[in-house]
């Protein structure tokens, strides 16, 4: 079974600075996905990045960007400029190509300071 | 489009009762699936389904029914409720293989917050 790793319960962050996410993961597949969400308080997930494991560049949306090793497994999401709306839980998932199935790390609290 | 919604948004079940959870997509997709959230253990995956007719199991089905019988609808049956089920569930939904160029992208449902006392 694949698993994924979130080592950091929380993590807080000045408003408009950076802060950084870790996930691993474990798979043998060489075909697969990588996702962040974002939980807010209204419990609404909401889709942040993706990333295909085939993809050498890491991928960006605005102010978030992750990290992708594929060699060590790691996948990190950084956020900059961090806004007061940026405060939530934020997950990280997993799936292989050819399946829907997604699995998640337990998930780290972004706490944002103002 | 409405998305994938979730009815209800909060249940208080006593152990041993029985119910459905609703959710339903307007989107045409054909994946469809059922999580559950805990404190400290993120979503896990209890059924799925990629089409009318078809349903299986994730990772934690047990206590849990599913049946697909259109494409729009994907109830989730709780047979005896158990304090153990007390969870938020969510419902997400998405196409299979590519549209429009992307591979597809799941969207979640509000959320439905049980509590089996």
């Known amino acids: 079974a694949q698993t994924v790793t979130q080592s950091q319960p929380e993590m807080s962050v000045q408003e408009a600075e950076t802060v950084t996410l870790s996930c691993t993961y474990d798979?043998?597949?060489?075909?697969?996905?990588l996702f962040w969400y974002k939980q807010p308080p209204s419990r609404q997930m909401i889709l942040v990045i993706r990333?295909?494991?085939?993809?050498?560049q890491n991928a960006t949306e605005n102010r978030f960007s992750v990290n992708f090793q594929k060699a060590a497994k790691s996948f990190s999401l950084k956020i900059s400029d961090s806004q007061l709306g940026d405060a939530a839980m934020y997950f990280c998932?997993?799936?292989?190509?050819?399946?829907?199935?997604?699995?998640f790390g337990a998930g780290t609290t972004v706490t944002v300071r103002a | 489009n409405a998305g994938v919604t979730q009815t209800p948004k909060f249940q208080v079940l006593k152990t041993g009762q029985s119910m459905t959870l609703q959710c339903a997509q307007d989107?045409?997709?054909?994946?469809m699936s059922w999580y559950r959230q805990d404190p400290g253990m993120g979503l896990r995956l209890i059924h799925y389904?990629?089409?009318?007719?078809?349903?299986d199991q994730g990772e934690v089905p047990n206590g849990y029914n599913v049946s697909r019988s259109t494409t729009e609808d994907f109830p989730l049956r709780l047979l005896s409720a158990a304090p153990s089920q007390t969870s938020v569930y969510f419902c997400?939904?998405?196409?299979?293989?590519?549209?429009?160029?992307?591979?597809?992208?799941?969207?979640f449902g509000p959320g439905t917050r049980l509590l089996v006392l």
């Open positions: 990333q295909e494991a085939y993809k050498q």
């Open positions: 989107m045409n997709h054909e994946y």
């Open positions: 798979t043998s597949e060489s075909d697969y996905y």
């Open positions: 389904s990629v089409g009318a007719g078809i349903t």
């Open positions: 998932a997993y799936r292989i190509g050819n399946d829907y199935k997604l699995s």
């Open positions: 997400a939904s998405s196409y299979l293989g590519y549209k429009r160029g992307k591979r597809e992208t799941q969207y």
